[in-house]
């Protein structure tokens, strides 16, 4: 009983901060179920993808409902061309490649992160109406896509910050961007990891309804606070995943 309760707080912890951020919530529930719940790390990650999928469909249409002209469907079209591509070759390589490796690969590419939207770090943008961003986002999508199949995570760890900081998107532009091209991209890693047998469907009972209410929430909050506020919150979010990583690790 007491870890079903605990499963229940993660989805709605997991689903807030998908909508909220654009992140899928898969960071927090590879993590968790990885470390309080004592699954092995392939596990962690199906079943994270697993509960992404009805929660990124719900901070969708919340999203919709409060501004749709958030959601840039040009975008959403070219990246998602990429990013199921590279789920297939990412749930592949999740079975195959050193999971030491891959965890502290992503742990530096948070602290990356992080220290971008912190502002610490700045890059020069680039419109999305120019065509010759097209094939870039093609190429962000296969980075995505890759990512969230290897690691668990719907891969708006990666588009969010690269659609705001390259590609010009304000910031409530990419996370709900960001989620309605998620997804696609975990559904299709779902898809691939449940025939390695990854996804356990017991925890999913409890995560899915709990991140589906998170993520209405989620959604609401991301359209009520200030753009630098969400920067800094999903800078600070990155970097306490890295170094949770790479404690993890020691």
């Given amino acids: 009983m007491m870890s079903n309760r605990n499963l229940l707080v993660l989805g709605f912890i997991a689903g807030f901060f998908s909508a909220a951020l654009g992140i899928g919530g898969g960071a927090i529930i590879v993590i968790a179920l990885a470390l309080f719940f004592s699954y092995d790390i392939k596990r962690s990650i199906g079943t994270s993808l697993a509960t992404i999928v009805p929660t990124a469909f719900v901070g969708i249409i919340t999203h919709y409902m409060i501004q749709s002209n958030n959601i840039k469907l040009l975008v959403v079209s070219f990246v998602v061309i990429g990013s199921v ?16 490796r891959l965890t502290r690969l992503f742990a530096l590419l ?14 020069p943008t680039e419109s999305v109406s120019d065509t010759n961003a097209y094939p870039l986002l093609i190429l962000l999508g296969l980075i995505a896509g890759l990512a969230s199949a290897l690691f668990g995570i719907g891969g708006g760890v990666i588009m969010v ?29 779902a898809m691939f990891h449940k025939k390695f047998n990854n996804i ?7 995560l899915i309804p709990a991140s589906l209410i998170g993520a209405v929430f989620g959604a609401i909050a991301a359209n009520n606070l200030p753009s630098d506020t969400l920067k800094v919150i999903f800078g600070i979010f990155m970097i306490l995943c890295a170094i949770k990583i790479f404690t993890q690790e020691q």
């Fill in 85 to 100: 591509t590279g789920a297939k070759f990412g749930a592949g390589l999740a079975n195959r490649m050193s999971n030491r």
């Fill in 161 to 189: 910050p690269v659609l705001n900081l390259f590609f010009g998107l304000s910031i409530h532009e990419a996370v709900a961007t960001s989620l309605t091209i998620i997804l696609p991209t975990t559904l299709a890693g």
């Fill in 200 to 206: 356990n469907t017991e925890a999913t009972k409890f």
């Fill in 110 to 123: 948070l602290v990356f992160v992080g220290l971008k939207l912190t502002g610490i770090i700045n890059f």
